[in-house]
């Protein structure tokens, strides 16, 4: 074990593999962008947004573990603090509140896509600057968290451990804060994703030609929603861990909110790494126009080799 717990273990072992994965797909996001229209919706503006947000909070959270348990660094943050220390602390509870924001901001896109596609928040949506979604999404959610980080208390043990000791008020915001976020947003999502199953059931009963344009772009929006709605579930562990240390924020013994904050890599970290393989799984758009180009880039310059070497062979008569 690299780490003293298999929770770190697997967060670890979960960055490792899949970040280069979410590198990769939202560089291509950003360049296939320019190639493909595809690529310049709002749901894809908000896919970079989001990216952003989840290697953003595994990119924090990972020079924490290597202070902490590499001492890589560990002075340095220390000789920051109480600065730091606040950083660390509310990064967190700040990162789940975005990645929700961001959750539902999907999903609206979806339900607009789908059942409001000729409405007119939806038209201002598709003509929306891209720079100005993506701020919309980060300064939304900064505003929802404002409040939590006015009540900032909080500073290091020590700077070996690095284990942040804030005060019960700042838990208690803090889990109000994201536990309210996510409830909004999931009853949000739960009645925006009751009007799509209805949509898209009539529209299944109604389509007779399912080997239509039509029908395979019914097909195309099932499987986006259906990527939105495993985020969803996602999005509501981490709602119940929240809870869950928000009750814990009582209790006196500070020993069982530590134990109990040992699953805050495994849950953020399945929050934010959910996204890639699922872009890898149930995206058709990334499949054919990323990986798709890719594939077709290296048979290209396969076969472009083989002339060479063919004209070459019988240049020499061999």
């Not at 959910?274 to 054919?288: A, E, G, R, W």
Request: aromatic content about 14%; hydrophobic content about 45%.
């Amino acid at each position: 074990m690299l780490t003293p717990t298999w929770q770190m273990d697997f967060f670890i072992f979960e960055t490792l593999i899949l970040i280069p994965v979410y590198v990769f797909i939202l560089i291509e996001f950003v360049v296939s962008r320019k190639r493909h229209k595809t690529f310049q919706t709002p749901y894809y503006t908000l896919m970079i947004s989001q990216g952003l947000a989840d290697i953003s909070t595994i990119l924090i959270f990972s020079s924490l573990i290597a202070a902490r348990y590499f001492s890589l660094g560990n002075e340095l943050i220390y000789s920051l603090s109480p600065y730091s220390a606040y950083a660390y602390t509310n990064s967190g509870p700040f990162m789940f509140t975005l990645r929700g924001v961001g959750v539902f901001l999907i999903t609206t896109q979806r339900y607009l896509s789908v059942c409001r596609a000729h409405g007119t928040l939806n038209y201002h949506l598709n003509h929306m600057p891209p720079l100005l979604l993506g701020l919309f999404h980060w300064l939304l959610s900064l505003l929802i968290y404002f409040p939590a980080l006015l009540q900032t208390d909080t500073r290091f043990e020590n700077e070996i451990t690095l284990l942040t000791i804030a005060s019960r008020t700042h838990l208690q915001y803090t889990s109000i804060t994201v536990m309210s976020s996510y409830l909004v947003a999931c009853i949000a999502v739960i009645i925006m994703y009751s009007q799509i199953a209805v949509v898209m059931i009539r529209a299944r009963r109604v389509d007779v030609t399912p080997m239509s344009g039509k029908s395979n772009k019914k097909l195309k929006d099932a499987r986006l929603t259906l990527h939105v709605f495993i985020l969803i579930i996602f999005c509501i562990i981490a709602f119940f861990f929240y809870i869950g240390e928000y009750v814990l924020a009582f209790d006196d013994d500070v020993s069982r909110v530590r134990a109990f904050r040992l699953y805050y890599p495994t849950v953020s970290g399945n929050l934010s790494f959910i996204n890639p393989i699922m872009l890898l799984t149930l995206n058709k758009d990334v499949q054919s126009g990323i990986l798709g180009c890719r594939r077709r880039r290296l048979q290209s310059t396969l076969s472009a080799q083989a002339a060479k070497r063919t004209g070459k062979s019988r240049s020499t008569g061999i």
